[in-house]
């Protein structure tokens, strides 16, 4: 699991996240099973597909009075790429997640980081608690992005001096800025998904209105596409009951 310093790698930049959902068992019925056999007993899985109505009904229902456990018998493993920040704001997820990061000390990092797109709104207006963030100037933009990619690369090339010296990794990566990319394995269930996804994510339908920062929303609202499309029914109860994890 080593690498050695090799020739000097370019820097690239990127303003998204990669969020690819690469295993999962999760779908409607583990919800429906699990909340039928604390009345009915096991029943086989074709049973609950037969009323679709009944079920939809049921799902909401346990969504609506928050009868949490049924939807933890599922399992989804995200593989995520996005810069360091965001990856300690997720982490700090605690409950229903596991997580595997790549290792900083047994190879070299690779110089990929983060500059916001044009898109990203760049100025925070109002006190704290109570603020917006509006578009930034062209002007704005074109100083981010340069002096971004400036001290990034400074710090990249500090980073390759050191090993190209023969200072371990783990020593040298002291000098890399939080806006480098990082990737990782995180697998959670629908429940641990929505309680995140209550706290990451903005949305018209939340009772409870968060304000996260915006690149930790990009993940979960990738994270969150795939996971309506396996779980429609719990995906849209969950919308409905204003987002709130159960
Ligand atoms: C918009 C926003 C701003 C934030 N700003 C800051 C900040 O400035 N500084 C900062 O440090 N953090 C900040 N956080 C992180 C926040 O405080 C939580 O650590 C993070 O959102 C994870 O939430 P959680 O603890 O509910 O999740 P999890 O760790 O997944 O826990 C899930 C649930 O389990 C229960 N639980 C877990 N652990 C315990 C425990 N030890 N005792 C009792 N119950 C427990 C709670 O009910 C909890 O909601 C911010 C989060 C958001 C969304």
Redesign the pocket.
Known sequence: MTDSPTETAKPGFLSDVTVELVKHSAADSDVLWAARVSTAGEQSLEELTKDPERSKGLINYLMRDRHGSPFEHNSMTFFISAPIFVFR?FM??????SYNEESGRYRELQPVFYVPGEDRKLVQEGRPGKYVFVDGTPEQHELTSRVMEDSYRQAYEAYQEMLAAGVAREVARAVLPVGLFSSMYATCNAR?LM??LG??TQHEQAVVP????RE?EMVGEKMEAEWAKLMPLTHAAFNKNGRVAP
């Open positions: 704001e700090r997820h605690r409950v229903g997640w641990s309680h995140f706290l990451r968060s304000f996260p920062q930790i």
